[in-house]
């Protein structure tokens, strides 16, 4: 299968090793997220099991929301990587950039899980950060993968509205970063509109589609 | 291979991609156990190895049932997407949710290491709780990918069954979790027999499939 | 390439995602090693850092070794599967059985690290331990494949010399392990010649497979 | 597929499992370098976390280096492995050593984060010593598979070109190893230079094959 390809089909099998990689940064750094939890277990050894939990209740939210926030990015990474046809040397480091900010996505996490209680808005706000700079790395693989015809041809119309709920994704995460030091729960209930949006991105993207279609639609019967 | 795929070989791709995702959660999660060995392995400079071992058997036995949990999850999450055709949006998220419940399995493991000796019933709990949810999701794995018809057309009878153990798992994880308040021996007992069932989950549902067309049959023949 | 598969080639799937998901754990056993590097890095902010690589060359040493038994065991286990052609439900657990072992081996390796200096004799007995259970581990997995004629058929007469090395090499781990607690030295001179015969593995089945050969020639002869 | 395999392609598979477990590796380690970050959030439980960033910018510092680092070094493995054919038993050993540095590489991050401030020369040349390693090793893969004659029979001269390179690697490591404990600033110059070159190690390889071309091409016309 491998010895007899052209140099065309190489390129393809080269997709399928970063996807490989990709998939195993991002399995891994969701799992790590356990770490910390198991970590706020060790130094309460005087404090009852229950009381425990009762007490510290903020390292299982980090941790569910943590583990979303990777969940989805895998499923966006992946729904995008299902138009991509081929790839080369720059578009590597383009997806690098995205799995630096997956890679780090654990960090964030913990500072939320300690400083939710004392320093919420900064620890809401770097965790929010976050999302701004992975939807900055969302968009450059969409834009670069576009601009440099690494999709599949037919493809090409539905890819651009992909792009373009990255480019919504940016400025809505630069907004309510902003928003996190002004009101902790109006922030909250954001990034969980925000979720529920990027957690079925085909919709997403099908919808601004179709929206588009019908605009074309209406200028040509004008 | 992959640039003149038809649109329903490309939903083909998505499940490989799936699968290769949640191996890589799998493994990840059940290598990360033995860090809670080692983390015990620290504090004990001035004992000796041999009485440390002696003192420590706890870690030991929740290393492994954690490792043997983790490992029957992985079973029969194969077991079940051999009969899985395709994916959608949905069902990622369906599936997402038993990956949380594994990356989580090492926080309960890591509570049953600490807490068997001090806080034996509610550890326990705590553990068999999570055998719960991972039975739930089980269940909603199966029967979401039956409802949605993304098996393969020839196994639907026998995929019926698979999401039929299951279904029997949720009930009799509930019955050994409120066990666990009452009996640690029977409670422990009752999760080896567990362990057994579902260790072989293609011979199990076989089995159900057997005594329902034996059942057909003799309908049929009154 | 999955729709139109027949019965037999659905297991030949099964083979390939087991050999991913037991990649999975050999990899992150393999990395997790350095974990306990960093750790010993943590506690001494006093000492400087020459001082500090002169002090403690122990858990550097148990690094290498740790790595190359990992390594060593991964090559064997890709060598053992180059030969097996499917899979069933009990064969899952015989390699969940070595599994198991290595997912287990950064422990023995941290203790290793952290006792060689004060109770070599037992922390190598430990180390030597594992090796000896890694040993049977390999045995089952190459006896239960042969036995059960999940291997290639033409590769039979090769592959009972496969097993028969990991017979050999159950005896020899059980020899220095007992050596273990004489002498030190000695045991580490006869695990170095351990490492050097199963680093290759086919080139030590292949020597095995031509004695039988030659053997069997001269008895024809006779 | 698998099945009918002749003994050529079986060959094909191993070289594909041993990517698959180099990219297992490799998404290792680069993952596992947030966990030095989160290590040093847990101290300072009375700083505000404003003041904990202003502070602690080192590790920040050493955790992109360490993630460029591997990710260069997993861009160049999969570029040489696009053109190797197939592998043998040695070939496993060369690649391991590789392996055993990569792995090696949050060690040398995390020296750095801690020590770059206090002994600055010191920990920048252990990094660096990290780098002429890495460099020796990418050069034996190459060596080793141009001299067996493991790669693609076309693409013999551009490989040549490739092993050029590290060749190149090795001894400007050593060079900038060496300056590390002049000038600190230099050596980051010189390291920063080095990425940038080894960031797209196609284009390097083939800038040249060009020239090696232009010079044959005036060696004939002369």
């Known amino acids: 299968m491998k010895s007899n390809q052209a140099n065309n089909e190489s390129r393809l099998s080269e997709t399928t090793r970063l996807e490989a990689f990709s998939d195993g940064v991002f399995s891994i ?14 130094p309460q050894n005087g404090e009852s099991l229950l009381k425990f939990f009762l007490h510290h209740w903020e ?17 966006n990474h992946h729904h995008v990587f299902d138009y991509i046809d081929k790839v080369d040397g720059k578009f590597m480091w383009v997806n690098g950039f995205l ?24 620890a809401l706000a770097i965790f929010g950060f976050n999302y701004f700079m992975i939807g900055i790395a969302a968009y450059s693989i969409c834009a670069y993968a576009y601009n440099k015809y690494l999709i599949k041809e037919d493809s090409r119309d539905f890819f651009y509205c992909i792009k373009l709920t990255y480019w919504y994704g940016i400025i809505y995460t630069l907004l309510v970063f902003l928003i996190c030091f002004i009101s902790i729960p109006v922030a909250i209930f954001l990034y969980m509109f925000l979720f529920i949006v990027f957690a079925f991105p085909k919709e997403f993207a099908t919808m601004l589609l179709r929206r588009k279609q019908k605009k074309t639609k209406e200028k040509v019967s004008e």
Chains 1, 2, 3, 4 share one sequence.
């Open 59 to 75: 390292p299982f939210l980090a941790f569910i929301i943590g583990f979303i926030t990777i969940l989805i990015c895998w499923i």
């Open 99 to 122: 799995l630096l900010m997956i890679t780090l996505t654990p960090f964030p996490t913990a500072i939320l899980a300690e400083f939710l209680k004392t320093e919420g808005k900064i």
């Open 29 to 42: 750094a969701i799992t790590l997220l356990v770490l910390e939890l198991i970590q706020f277990l060790h």
